[in-house]
T-cell receptor
Framework: AQSVTQLGSHVSVSEGALVLLRCNYS??????LFWYVQYPNQGLQLLLK??????LVKGINGFEAEFKKSETSFHLTKPSAHMSDAAEYFC?????????FGKGNQVVVIP | KAGVTQTPRYLIKTRGQQVTLSCSPI?????VSWYQQTPGQGLQFLFE???????NKGNFPGRFSGRQFSNSRSEMNVSTLELGDSALYLC?????????????FGSGTRLTVV
């Protein structure tokens, strides 16, 4: 079964520093992969998705992710963190017409 | 275009009661999925409806049920509520089960069982 692993439940980053959130997937076939962001008391907002068209995927709010088949990874990055990036981030893989989510990363931005 | 609308936003129920949550997908979307989010278990898939038919079901007890209407609006029902059912219930809509467009989520219904 396809699943994703996100390490480090809490991630602290200084304002202006690189944001790097790691996601590794297990899949026997090319997967559909997603990153979602959740702000307090809100639903999930799609940041970006990989559907095999391009390995480097650009999303909203300056985020991007690179699909690396050899490393079974889909890490999320943003060059410069803003205070507004404080939120919880989820990596997900599409599996049998459903999404399987990682445990999430709570990102704290330090001024 | 209007997003995914979930009602109500907040709900407080007593153990043993039942509850119905509603989800209106994006216009034109025929797939509606439901997820439960709790601090302990994270995000878990409940079920998916496509064109009024349940296409997939997660590993939840039979107390959790749902349906989809001809206008694609969906409801989920939880009977005989337990304290552990307290969670954020999220609905997601998509054109075709997320294959190309991904899933768009609503803001959720926060259910508290007391």
């Amino acid at each position: 079964a396809q699943s994703v692993t996100q390490l480090g439940s809490h991630v602290s980053v200084s304002e202006g520093a690189l944001v790097l959130l790691r996601c590794n997937y297990s899949s026997s076939v090319p997967p559909y992969l997603f990153w979602y962001v959740q702000y307090p008391n809100q639903g999930l907002q799609l940041l970006l998705k990989y559907t095999s068209a391009a390995t480097l995927v650009k999303g909203i709010n300056g985020f991007e992710a690179e699909f690396k088949k050899s490393e079974t990874s889909f890490h999320l990055t943003k060059p410069s963190a803003h205070m507004s990036d404080a939120a919880e981030y989820f990596c997900a893989v599409k599996r049998e017409d459903r999404l399987a989510f990682g445990k999430g990363n709570q990102v704290v931005v330090i001024p | 275009k209007a997003g995914v609308t979930q009602t109500p936003r907040y709900l407080i129920k007593t153990r043993g009661q039942q509850v119905t949550l509603s989800c209106s997908p994006i216009s034109g979307h025929r797939s509606v999925s439901w997820y439960q989010q709790t601090p302990g278990q994270g995000l878990q898939f409940l079920f998916e409806y496509f064109s009024e038919t349940q296409r997939n079901k997660g590993n939840f007890p039979g107390r959790f049920s749902g349906r989809q209407f001809s206008n694609s609006r969906s409801e989920m029902n939880v009977s005989t509520l337990e304290l552990g059912d307290s969670a954020l219930y999220l609905c997601a809509s998509s054109l075709d089960g997320g294959r190309e467009d991904g899933y768009t989520f609503g803001s959720g219904t926060r259910l508290t069982v007391v």
